[in-house]
């Protein structure tokens, strides 16, 4: 099991937040990562320039972390190869769907007190939540 | 030309916030989502993080009329709970507890898995793009 790491989570946490108030105050968009992404594959025009701006900047920041602390950063997948391209379409398909995942309801969507994206995230952490329980129980 | 440098630099932002922060690693994400085992609570500092500078911050944008380089805030206009919003948050939450991943900390994990060679990260994005895909074409 991993560490509890308090302060770099909340490091992280305020560099996500200001990102997303700089995308606000500046460009007024929220910075959604689904919403993004998924609006990269859409086929009429939407806002592709931001938004792949945006996405490559992400491979940025992280890019930056590896230079500046010498180390890649730990990935570590437990799932299987199949159980991992299920995920994958589920999270796709239903971001796409609930319009929007952990950035956008969670960070932006609660920070504007929006009914729907309290929602959403109590949804998605309870099944989230519910899904390793169930998943720790069957290995 | 301001916007798309505005976005690229919020997107490094965000991906140096969620290297940083140790997201990108599925099993710090599992380690919070497993509130019944080992639980690690670093997600919740991560959230706790960024809206503690989005909260405020919000607050403040929408006092303005407009944001600075843009012409109005794009914002999401429904306001009623659907069964789109429950349905696919649940999905995506169930696709959350199997990998570890949400969109934008998969996105991150390229950079380390383009290192080191850890094919189910590219298999998870490969099929998260394909389901948000999938998504468009049922909708």
């Known amino acids: ?10 490091v992280g946490g305020l560099l996500i937040g200001l990102s997303t108030a700089l995308m606000m105050v500046l460009n007024g968009r929220i910075a959604g990562i689904s919403g993004i992404v998924g609006g990269l594959l859409a086929r009429k025009g939407s806002e592709v320039g ?3 701006m945006f996405a490559a900047g992400l491979l940025l920041g992280a890019f930056a972390y590896v230079l500046a602390s010498g180390e890649v950063f730990p990935v570590r997948v437990q799932a299987s190869l199949p159980i991992m391209v299920a995920a994958g379409l589920f999270v796709g398909f239903g971001t796409r769907l609930g319009s929007g995942c952990t950035s956008g309801h969670g960070v932006s969507g609660i920070a504007r007190l929006s009914r729907r994206s309290i929602v959403a995230t109590l949804v998605f952490m309870g099944t989230a939540i519910l899904t390793v329980f169930v998943t720790g129980q069957l290995l | 030309m301001l916007r798309l440098i505005v976005a690229l630099f919020s997107g490094a932002l965000f ?3 969620l290297a940083v922060s140790g997201m990108a690693n599925p099993q710090k994400v599992i380690g919070f989502l497993d509130v019944a085992g080992d639980w690690d609570p670093t997600l919740a500092f991560v959230m706790g993080g ?4 989005t909260v405020p911050a919000f ?3 929408f006092g303005r ?3 600075i380089l843009a012409e109005d ?11 789109r919003l429950v349905g696919g948050s649940a999905l995506f939450g169930v696709g959350w507890g199997l990998s570890g991943f949400c969109p934008g900390p998969a996105v991150v994990a390229l950079l380390p898995a383009l290192a080191t060679g850890i094919v189910p990260v590219f298999a998870f994005v490969a099929a998260m793009l394909a389901g948000m895909v ?3 074409w049922v909708s």
Do not use: H, N
């Open chain 1, 1 to 10: 099991m991993e560490e509890f790491t308090p302060v770099s989570g909340l």
């Open chain 1, 50 to 52: 931001w938004r792949a």
């Open chain 2, 15 to 17: 991906g140096l916030g």
């Open chain 2, 50 to 53: 960024a809206l503690l500078v």
């Open chain 2, 59 to 61: 607050r403040f944008i």
């Open chain 2, 65 to 67: 009329r407009r944001p």
């Open chain 2, 73 to 83: 805030f794009e914002l999401p206009t429904a306001k009623e709970v659907d069964t």
């Open chain 2, 134 to 136: 999938i998504y468009q």
